[in-house]
């Protein structure tokens, strides 16, 4: 299925030295996954919907509940710079 001199173009696409002990460890096993991929590709699956994961997850979330927070000055004085009840931080847009 795949043989040793496609591997080593595939190894030379990817900036790889490989001995030859490698591609021939890497042939074997790279024809192992191409021949189950073949197996895969035998099965009927016109029945089965596309997925992205085998079972279905949720996120479990809080509804956000605003709160006023009591120490608000001493948030502030923690900040490196402040202007009136503000954070002042860095500009990071462009003026354009």
């Known amino acids: ?3 040793r001199e496609q591997v080593r ?5 990817a900036r ?3 001995t030859a002990e490698e591609e021939e460890q ?6 192992s996954i191409l021949e189950y991929v ?3 590709g035998e099965l009927d699956v016109s029945n089965v919907l596309p997925t992205t994961r085998a079972i279905d997850l949720s996120n479990v979330t809080r509804e956000d509940k605003l709160k006023p927070y009591p ?3 001493a948030i502030l004085r923690g900040a490196p710079q402040q202007e009136g ?3 002042k931080v860095p500009k990071i847009l ?3």
């Open 1 to 3: 299925m795949i043989d």
């Open 9 to 13: 173009k595939v190894a030379n696409l």
């Open 16 to 18: 790889l030295e490989l």
């Open 26 to 31: 890497f042939t074997f096993q790279l024809g």
């Open 38 to 40: 073949e197996q895969l």
């Open 71 to 73: 120490e608000r000055e």
């Open 85 to 87: 009840d503000f954070f």
């Open 94 to 96: 462009n003026a354009e």
